[in-house]
């Protein structure tokens, strides 16, 4: 073969992995999200105990806490993740409470993020987190306190 002959298969080469590596690529994702009172349940846990109740009901005591927990696949330094609390009153909503996170390395895993209360707890009534990962894929949780 020619050096002209093995210089053009080497680019081609060259090219296909390029292509093959870009297809390959995973996009990062939110593949869930749980509003929990216990934010030391696994996935599995969280999936188990809560697909019990389509309607997600704490009562309201001082004690309580509430966190969101989202499963992240394939984020980067460079996404962002970003939850808002909204407080619906009637016909009306109200944001209580908005985060961003960035995350400090790339991978998957799950990030638990807190609902802050006031001295007293929380306002009885419905509530909603809505998560969206690069201001897009937009996943919203819904929940009551009693």
């Known amino acids: 073969m020619s050096r002209k002959a093995i210089i053009i298969l080497i680019v081609i080469t060259a090219l296909f992995a390029i292509i093959a590596f870009v ?12 509003i929990t009172d216990n934010n030391k349940l696994t996935e599995k846990e ?7 109740n389509k309607d997600i009901v704490f009562t309201g005591n001082p004690g309580l806490n509430i ?3 989202i499963f992240v696949k394939d984020i980067t330094e460079k996404d962002q993740i970003k939850l808002k609390w909204v407080f ?8 209580i409470q908005e985060d961003l ?3 400090a390395n790339n991978g998957s895993g799950q990030i638990v993020v807190s609902l802050a209360k006031k001295d007293n707890g ?6 909603k987190a809505v998560i969206s990962l690069n201001d897009s894929q937009n996943l919203t949780k819904k929940f009551t306190i009693k």
């Open 88 to 95: 619906e009153d009637g016909s009306s909503e109200k944001t």
């Open 46 to 52: 969280l999936s188990n105990d809560l697909s019990q």
């Open 122 to 127: 929380f306002e009885n009534g419905n509530y």
């Open 23 to 34: 297809s390959v690529k995973t996009s990062p994702s939110i593949e869930n999200a749980f």
């Open 67 to 69: 966190y969101a927990v």
């Open 101 to 103: 996170i960035k995350p």
